[in-house]
Each structure stands twice: as C-alpha cells, then as structure tokens.
C-alpha cells in the first residue's frame, strides 16, 4: 500500500477547524454555506518515494476540490504503523482523524473505547456491501462497527525470478517445499560473495512474526486454544528454528549479517542479492517502489507445504473524539483513497505510469464481490507484471487455510525475536533451551494479563 497525504487548500478562506478530531473550537461555514472541516489522515509516503508522495497530494488535491469547506491535512510516520508508538499515541489522545489499525489490535481498541462508533456512516463507503462479510466482522462489537477493512493478506514465498535463472533454477517452478528451498538457497548463495539465498529477520518484533508464520506453516500454534499458554515449544516451534540454524551454518546460504527490522530485509530483497523471503504479496510492491528493486525480478509463490498461513491485515478506524461533521469527511475520504475503484490506491493506470508494479494479487477485502471482480479486470489490463508470474500464490492463497495472528501479538513477538536471534547470530545456540526460556516469559506476560 502506499498512504500519502499533503496539506492543500482549495478555499480562500481561512478555514478554522480541529484538528485529528479532537473536537475543539466550533467549524465555521465556508463560502457556500456548508460547515468547513479539518481532518487528519494517516499515512504519507516517505519523501524517498516522491512519486507515490506526490500522487498522494495530487489524490489530496482531487478530493478536496470535490469536498468543498474539507481540509485534509496528513502524517507521515513510515511504516505507518509501528508498534513502539502506536500505544502512547492512541493513549495519549494524538491519533489523525482516521488512523490505521493492523487486525491483531482491532478487538483492543475498540474494547478500550479508542475507536468511533462509524455504523451511522458507513453508507459513505459507497461498495460498503461488497467488502468481505467475515472482515467486517471483526470490526463489529454488539452490533456496532468500528472500522473500514482495507488489506487482507495470506503469507506466501517471494522470490527473485532472475537470480533463481542465474543459479540455473527454473524460476516458473518455484520451491514447494523447505527440503526444496534449502537447495534453492544454496545455490543462489553459491553465485558470489553478498549473495543470500534466503533472507529472514531477527529482531523489532519481525523476527517473532516471521517465526509465527513459519511455525503455523508447519501446522504449530503459538498459543494454547484458550489463549492463556504458550503452544510454541513444540516439534513444529523446533522444526522452524532448526531448519533456520541448519540452513545459516550448514549451508551458509543465509549471509552473515543480522536482518533485524522490517527495513534492513527489504533493503536487502530490493538490492537484488537476496533470493527468497516469507512475505505477502505487498513485500513484492514495496521492494520495488520504496527500495528500488527491479520490477521485473520479484514472484511470489504458495507457502511451502503450508498446513495453514497466517493472514493479517488492516482496516482504518475513526478518532472517537471526531464531531459528525469530521466523522462523515474522514469516512468519505476513506471511500474515495481506498474503496473506489479506479482512485486513490486502485487507480492502476496512475500506478503503471509513475513505475509501480501493477498486477500484483493482494487477496483483496472485497474478494469476489462485483467490486472485487471490477478491480481485478482494472489490475490486469494496466498489468506491468506478467500475472501469470503469481499463479502458483493465488491458487494456493485459495486452498490454504488462512489462521489469524496470536492475541498480544506484538508482545509475543517481541518475545519470540529472541530464539530467531539466536540461532541466526549463534552456530552453538541451544534451541531447546531458547524455547523454553521464550515459553517461560510468554506464560509470565500471558499470566499478567489475566
């Protein structure tokens, strides 16, 4: 996804109103009479990615010549979402207008009365009835809605088609299973120094996040069914970290630095020299718009013999402290960024000019919905990708069962970067026992927690 927003005027007016709705001085009308408005939205492109910033402010430009008396104003904190701030922003009141939630804090803030009570307003998001009924779902409490869904994704492996034809692997038959990608790795770790056959992250709660994904491959749980234990320490838990040790000291085929945060992999995906990864489809568009991978290079294809994948995604939420008035102009600029097709973010043509990989699947929320099906024909025909590059991911995103992340998510991540860490810095490290040190800290926290 790319999130942009700029600060425009579209009155001559000075236009006084609040700002990331915290309902302060009244609005006053604007030149034709209707009440001016000041929202906040989240998340602008980096300015390293000026041309997504810019169709951004261009979007920003539209909506408001559309919207007279609506002031859109924006951050842009990249990754829009980071688990280190999100808490104390939210807590401390300093959320925009609408800000984006990723699916494993849905139920917290909406529990916890962070989120506005948007069921009077989502007839604003005009194909409101074509989003997938189970994500709306989730953003329901006792009947009310709290939040627009925007992404769904299901983990899948992406790879480099172009050093998979260098270490003479047939890029069309992509490895289906970790025997597989381990002789992959090796041969692509083979064509010289930097090369990295596999990438995988260490650190900054990553690290517990790809464990989790590649643990729920193996069929492994994180926690208990009833959510009050740990489930890692398991045959499944130890498979993930001894196949990962296995393949960074046997086989050498994982570089010798640690990947720690979401950045440094996506660096190191973008530069070429990296052969595959776990990730969504979106690792494909972000390694080539914010880390200057070559378009034509990156594939995805279906989790290695996946038992289950694990599924995420985002919705965007509104600032409980928005007026009606702030309330109804963030919703309309929410279906106007993200829910129409042909604009803001699904407007494929701008995308195919300004270099962006069109044609990437991302298991969109409207699924097969006559809006899900009119978005798919726009993705093919502005194509830049050939889709047939994807066909083994959409069918097996298909098949596959999708689980969701754990309670606490983040928490446990945190948690979990550890044993990753350890096996990837350490050729001694004793998985059993990074195992059970992890499952003892998540039973204290799990414990805390009630």
Request: proline share 6%; with cysteine; glycine share 12%.
């Amino acid at each position: 996804m790319q999130r942009s927003t700029g600060l425009l005027l579209v009155t001559a007016l000075s236009l006084t109103a609040t700002a990331c709705g915290s309902g302060g001085e009244p609005a006053t009308p604007s030149a034709g009479g209707a009440k001016a408005v000041s929202i906040t939205v989240a998340c602008q492109p980096a300015k390293s990615a000026p041309k997504e910033r810019q169709a951004w402010d261009d979007d920003v430009a539209t909506f408001m010549k559309e919207h007279p008396g609506v002031t859109v104003k924006s951050t842009d904190q990249q990754p829009c979402f980071d688990p280190k701030t999100f808490g104390p922003k939210l807590a401390g009141g300093q959320m925009e207008t609408a800000f984006m939630v990723p699916m494993t804090n849905y139920a917290d803030v909406i529990s916890k009365g962070q989120a506005l009570d948007i069921t009077p307003y989502t007839s604003l998001i005009k194909n409101w009835n074509d989003l997938r009924a189970d994500h709306k779902e989730l953003l329901t409490k006792d009947g009310k809605v709290y939040g627009v869904p925007n992404v769904h994704y299901s983990v899948g492996l992406v790879y480099n088609r172009a050093l998979f034809t260098k270490a003479g692997l047939d890029p069309d038959a992509p490895p289906q299973t970790w025997a597989e990608v381990r002789e992959a790795a090796k041969k692509i770790a083979g064509l010289g120094a930097g090369h990295i056959g596999y990438g995988e992250y260490s650190g900054g709660n990553t690290g517990g996040w790809h464990f989790t994904q590649a643990l729920y491959g193996r069929g492994g749980d994180v926690l208990t069914p009833d959510g009050k234990s740990a489930a890692f320490n398991s045959p499944e838990g130890k498979a993930v970290l001894q196949t990962l040790h296995d393949m960074r000291w046997a086989d050498d085929s994982m570089g010798t630095r640690l990947l720690v945060g979401w950045e440094s992999l996506m660096v190191a995906m973008g530069s070429g020299k990296v052969g595959m990864m776990l990730g969504a489809p979106d690792v494909v568009t972000d390694v080539v718009t914010k880390f200057k991978g070559n378009v034509d290079d990156y594939g995805i294809t279906g989790f290695p013999e996946a038992k289950a994948s694990l599924s995420g995604g985002e919705a965007f939420m509104i600032n409980p402290k928005a007026t009606p008035e702030e309330a109804k102009a963030a919703l309309e600029w929410l279906d106007f960024r993200y829910n129409t097709v042909g604009k803001g973010r699904f407007d494929f043509a701008r995308g195919k000019s300004i270099g962006n990989p069109v044609g990437v699947p991302d298991n969109a929320v409207y699924g097969d919905s006559p809006t899900g099906q009119a978005l798919q024909e726009d993705r093919v025909k502005n194509a830049t990708l050939p889709v047939a590059n994807y066909d083994s991911y959409v069918k097996a995103a298909g098949t596959v069962p999708p689980k969701a992340e754990p309670a606490h998510a983040q928490e446990l991540y945190a948690v979990l970067d550890v044993p990753m860490s350890g096996v990837l810095s350490r050729k001694d490290a004793d998985i059993d026992q990074l195992l059970a040190d992890a499952e003892s800290k998540v039973n204290s926290l799990l414990a805390a927690k009630g």
